[in-house]
């Protein structure tokens, strides 16, 4: 809100007990802002910003007007350089605002001459680091009441604590917002457990708190699916972070209702944020609801695969969770993040036949050039992840990124792949890849984090510094290859 804002006092003086002391022309100590929502005063002043600054005898104001979930603001045309209230009196000292129940602003004044306790131009401090100023006043203080000409009369609440529906009433008709929060307070107090106050709206606060409340209690399919409307709908990623967070809480049934949504692929983020909070507990019912979702799931199917692939935990295979697993290897939208699952967890053998044979036709997708390089990146981590298959695989990644006709976007992702799959081969092939990618290539969004973490396993952080620098010649990082290809 005052962010560079200037500030424009009634006086300035030169003295030295009185000169604003850092941050000059702008805000020293601002101190106890309000944001008016009392009800009385004319529209244009709801959510006006209000602080004080006691170094410079002045409260500030601007006007605060929605934009999508965050805020714009601005001074009263005509008024721009100068403040709501100032004072040419030195003991002017605003130091908090609040918004009454009657709809009036209260300023607080600290009321005293000296105000800048850490006073950084020369006084003794004494215990507290205050400074010690013999003028100092420890007695006396004022409130302000500052109501507006055209201000209108609110209506006297009833705030029975022991008449629930009169505070029900006050909370979601009353225009003043302290009264609402008081109603608010005394029912909480009295009534937390009653159905009536369950159902009652928080009648103050963030919009997007208030959605991730009403998202964090939904226990139907039908409020579900309100939700998964709504994050599909939505363009803000404030809306959408307060449905994902409250989605946590049931995060195997908002994924089983977003597999039957009918646009799945606007749920992807979704599914993605959530998926964690249900695995491992839950990695066998969410593979048996992707087994049986319909194909316009394909979107969300391979996410949720892949998450129960590189989770944390153990996976039963019992009957209903194979069955799910041999459906999810014959779709072509997942056997790729199938596989995987197959490799960790089916100790029986009861899968391998099948599990082989679906691996050797990605090998022979992931050779061919005609590929798509999306397709390409995606076999390449599944072959990676499985011990028996990664030598192959590993042989072909590196033929691919030796490729000219490769892509950069194709060659970040491959190198994403060697560095998140820790081994000696793999990591000596990522030891050449640093010497011969362009510092482009190796700080993409997809290779970055993993060269990072492959040049620590390795010790080649300084070295990696040195191949990730525009302005590092070649040769020297040719140098530096010959040396730790030698180790």
């Not at 002043?45 to 005898?57: A, D, I, M």
Request: hydrophobic letters at 40%; proline letters at 6%.
């Amino acid at each position: 809100m005052i962010t560079n804002q200037n500030t424009y006092p009634a006086m300035n003086w030169p003295e030295q007990a009185y000169v604003q002391i850092d941050l000059v022309g702008q805000f020293t100590a601002a101190a106890g802002c309000a944001v008016y929502d009392g009800g009385a005063w004319p529209d244009k002043w709801r959510y006006s910003y209000f602080t004080g600054e006691p170094t410079l005898n002045i409260v500030h104001q601007q006007f605060v007007t929605q934009d999508g979930v965050s805020y714009t603001t601005r001074k009263e045309p005509g008024r721009e350089q100068t403040e709501f209230m100032r004072s040419r009196d030195l003991w002017f000292r605003p130091i908090e605002t609040r918004v009454g129940p009657d709809g009036a602003l209260y300023v607080v004044d600290f009321y005293n001459q000296a105000v800048i306790h850490n006073d950084t131009r020369g006084p003794l401090h004494g215990p507290a680091n205050a400074a010690v100023r013999p003028d100092r006043d420890h007695y006396f203080a004022r409130i302000w009441k500052v109501q507006h000409k055209q201000a209108r009369k609110l209506p006297a609440p009833s705030l029975n604590r022991r008449d629930l529906p009169s505070l029900l009433r006050a909370m979601e008709t009353h225009p003043n917002a302290q009264v609402k929060l008081t109603a608010w307070r005394l029912a909480q107090e009295n009534y937390a457990t009653d159905p009536r106050l369950l159902k009652a709206r928080r009648p103050m606060g963030s919009k997007v708190l208030d959605l991730y409340e009403r998202a964090r209690l939904a226990t139907t399919g039908e409020q579900r699916r309100t939700l998964l409307d709504m994050f599909a709908q939505s363009t803000d990623n404030w809306t959408r972070s307060a449905i994902a967070a409250a989605a946590t809480g049931s995060a195997s049934a908002y994924v089983t209702e977003a597999l039957g949504y009918g646009r799945p692929e606007t749920l992807a983020d979704l599914v993605s944020a959530i998926l964690p909070a249900a695995l491992p507990a839950d990695a066998g019912s969410l593979l048996a609801a992707a087994a049986r979702a319909p194909k316009q799931a394909s979107a969300l199917k391979p996410v949720i695969v892949g998450a129960v692939a590189q989770m944390s935990g153990s996976l039963t295979m019992d009957t209903l969770t194979t069955t799910a697993v041999r459906a999810l290897l014959s779709d072509p939208s997942t056997t790729a993040a199938t596989l995987p699952i197959v490799s960790r967890w089916d100790s029986s053998g009861a899968l391998k036949a099948e599990a082989a044979e679906r691996a050797g036709a990605l090998a022979r997708e992931l050779a061919d050039s005609a590929t798509a390089d999306d397709r390409r990146a995606e076999i390449a981590a599944s072959l990676m992840a499985i011990p028996s298959q990664r030598a192959a695989a590993l042989t072909s990644i590196e033929g691919m990124l030796a490729a000219a006709q490769s892509s950069d976007a194709l060659k970040g992702r491959l190198i994403a792949t060697l560095g998140n799959t820790p081994g000696t081969h793999t990591d000596s092939a990522m030891i050449v890849v640093l010497s011969r990618f362009s510092p482009i290539v190796l700080s993409s969004r997809y290779a970055g984090p993993a060269v990072t973490a492959v040049a620590s396993r390795t010790r080649l952080i300084g070295w990696l510094q040195i191949v990730l620098s525009p302005r590092s010649p070649r040769g020297k990082v040719r140098r530096n290859r010959a040396i730790f290809s030698r180790k």
